[in-house]
């Protein structure tokens, strides 16, 4: 009872580290990368502009510059694999934001008599709506669901959707204010609670990677983020992490390799299986550093010299590298 009541108290501490570290990197990458963080770039954009009250604030197109400030801090972030930070926040949680609302989808409750309405439940084009016509026709828009409620409800609600991301904040304020609209708003997705956000100053991109965990449905209980820095060359400052320590949720383990890890929680000696040769070792703790080194050849590392926490541990075996966490109490 005594071991788990530290690792309870070890697993729910409140940290904050500072571990500044700056390292060259680079603002380019290949299409798949550009693609995988492109989405995360325009929702940092748009809500920029929210923040700054740019005058794109009120533009259907999110700003190109912004999204192109933000995508190439991501990618240099990405491309600064000397920083084992990186390496948390990219390859072993693998953090992306989850755009609360949507920015391609929204939908519209509306008196379903209006003329608009009616062609919209017969699937008839153009609606006569102007707005939502020029939605369908320039940014393919298209109805995705058309909801008929019982005759005790006085609207009926139609919900779009287009494969292209944009402001939708202005569309559904001027949808609302129409005669005839119950309302109009953004969709909103159920999900994870790991965010990206981003600050442009004159001399930064300020970058802050968040990994949220417990009931995120209604919330989420914990969470822990990381801040880097990303200057003018792409040189990448790593400046610490805070928030509770993570429990390891949703971080890549050695499933898809040969190598599994055991026990974990551990107390004492970490067992490799799946381990023939002699590998080097390296062990990092939450923040990023490197708290242990070494090369094993019969498969179990000592832990005992560790505080109780969580940790990541990277195996080299000739070439190979394999990642996983475990929990040491």
């Not at 192109?68 to 390859?91: C, G, H, K, M, Q």
């Not at 062609?119 to 939502?132: M, V």
């Amino acid at each position: 009872m005594k071991n788990y009541s530290i690792l309870a108290i070890a697993l729910t501490i409140l940290h904050l580290n500072v571990y500044s570290q700056i390292v060259p990197s680079s603002c380019t990458a290949n299409q798949s990368v550009v693609d995988s963080y492109y989405g995360d770039a325009q929702y940092m954009a748009l809500q920029h502009t929210f923040n700054t009250l740019s005058p794109e604030v009120d533009s259907f197109q999110i700003s190109t510059a912004f999204t192109n400030t933000f995508l190439d801090a991501l990618i240099a972030v990405y491309n600064a694999t000397s920083l084992p930070a990186r390496d948390t926040v990219v390859e072993m949680i693998d953090i992306h934001h989850l755009a609360n609302p949507t920015m391609n989808s929204f939908n519209v409750s509306a008196d379903p008599n209006l003329d608009w309405m009616v062609n919209l439940s017969n699937d008839q084009f153009p609606t006569g709506n102007i707005l939502l016509d020029a939605m369908m026709m320039s940014h393919g828009y298209e109805v995705t669901t058309y909801l008929e409620y019982n005759d005790q409800n006085f609207f009926h609600t139609a919900f779009f959707k287009s494969e292209m991301n944009h402001n939708l904040n202005p569309v559904v304020n001027a949808l609302d204010a129409d005669s005839g609209v119950y309302n109009a708003e953004q969709n909103w997705l159920g999900g994870d609670g790991n965010s990206l956000e981003g600050e442009i100053t004159d001399t930064y991109i300020e970058l802050i990677y968040t990994y949220a965990w417990g009931d995120c449905f209604s919330g989420c209980a914990y969470s822990r983020s990381w801040t880097f820095r990303v200057y003018d060359n792409c040189d990448v400052e790593y400046m610490g992490s805070e928030g509770d320590v993570t429990m390891g949720v949703g971080i890549q383990a050695f499933s898809e390799s040969k190598v599994r890890l055991f026990p974990n929680p551990v107390q004492d000696l970490l067992q490799l299986e799946g381990i023939s040769n002699q590998v080097n070792y390296q062990i990092f703790n939450i923040n990023g550093q490197v708290v242990q080194t070494g090369s094993i050849g019969n498969s179990s590392i000592s832990v005992t010299e560790l505080p109780a926490g969580n940790y990541h541990l990277l195996l080299d075996e000739n070439g190979e590298t394999y990642r996983s966490t475990f929990v040491k109490y």
